[in-house]
């Protein structure tokens, strides 16, 4: 399957886009998991993550399954945080995410970063894990009892790719 990234566009925004971003499976581990989405909202928030972020639909052989994000992006030091959600559960556990993650390695590099972040939930997403880990992220370091999840404190890795 070939996967691929292009930068999101408000045509992206529709109501199974937004039944992903309402599914308590798909948004488990995002920050956002407590917001109700609308198309409305949805495409507020693609504008918003303009002033700072660089925002990218993931496609399976031409069919939008998910999303990434580069940022915020620190301009002076020049790292970023990075994000993904594979939306269509029919992909997950196929690879798609590794790709996608390889692929903003690149879309990173060119844009000139030194280095990019991310804080996955220790125990609690191994397929997120799995992924970064093959396409070359390593754990920095951890924070101990540092995310509420599910009502109860859990660990986050600190995992880095120097570019």
């Known amino acids: 399957m070939l996967v691929s990234v292009r930068e999101i566009t408000p045509n992206d925004v529709n109501q199974r886009y937004c039944e992903w971003m309402n599914d308590p499976e798909v948004n488990a581990y995002l920050e956002c998991r ?9 495409l507020d928030y693609i504008e918003r993550m303009k002033s700072d972020h660089k925002f990218f639909a993931i496609l399976a052989d031409g069919k939008h399954i998910g999303n990434m994000k580069i940022g ?3 301009k002076k030091h020049l790292y970023a945080d990075l994000g993904l959600v594979i939306g269509d559960k029919s992909y997950w556990g196929k690879g798609c995410a590794t790709k996608a993650f390889i692929l903003m ?23 997120s894990l799995k992924a970064l880990m093959k396409s070359g992220f390593t754990i920095a370091g951890e924070y101990k009892s ?3 999840l599910r009502g109860e404190y859990v660990d986050v890795y600190l995992m880095e790719k120097m570019l």
């Open 72 to 74: 915020p992006i620190n």
């Open 34 to 42: 407590d917001t109700r989405w609308t198309e409305e909202s949805l």
């Open 146 to 148: 540092h995310m509420l």
């Open 105 to 127: 390695i690149e879309q990173a590099r060119a844009m000139g970063l030194h280095k990019l972040i991310c804080s996955p939930y220790k125990n609690s997403n191994p397929g």
